[in-house]
Nanobody, 113 residues
Framework: QVQLVESGGGLVQPGGSLRLSCAASGSIANTMAWYRQAPGKQRELVASITSYGRPNYADSVKNRFTISRDDAKNTVSLQMNSLKPEDTAVYYC?????????WGQGTQVTVSS
């Protein structure tokens, strides 16, 4: 069982930065990731990271976002730079462990001037 709690969302101007954090309780997940869902759109993968630390990014965020994990603290973070209005969405933390998926409650990120 894994419980996930996100933090760090908010309002930021275009070109700004935000850092999202996700604290996990329970077992260390194999893969952890960040998804996002904008109004009227499907939830999409933003970035993922394996237990070996290999990251994977959506094309839309490459070279702007960085995912990292700290298994000692059981956390995963998403550093978001050069934010654009189209990055506005609810961001969800995700963990995959023993063939089960776990989701956080989501945190709102709004990019607007």
């Amino acid at each position: 069982q894994v419980q996930l709690v996100e933090s760090g969302g908010g309002l930021v101007q275009p070109g700004g930065s935000l850092r999202l954090s996700c604290a996990a309780s329970g077992s260390i997940a194999n893969t952890m990731a960040w998804y996002r869902q904008a109004p009227g759109k499907q939830r999409e993968l933003v970035a993922s990271i394996t237990s070996y630390g290999r990251p994977n990014y959506a094309d839309s965020v490459k070279n702007r976002f960085t995912i990292s994990r700290d298994d000692a603290k059981n956390t995963v973070s998403l550093q978001m730079n050069s934010l654009k209005p189209e990055d506005t969405a609810v961001y969800y933390c995700y963990a995959f462990l023993l063939a089960r998926s776990f989701w956080g409650q989501g945190t709102q990120v709004t990019v607007s001037s």
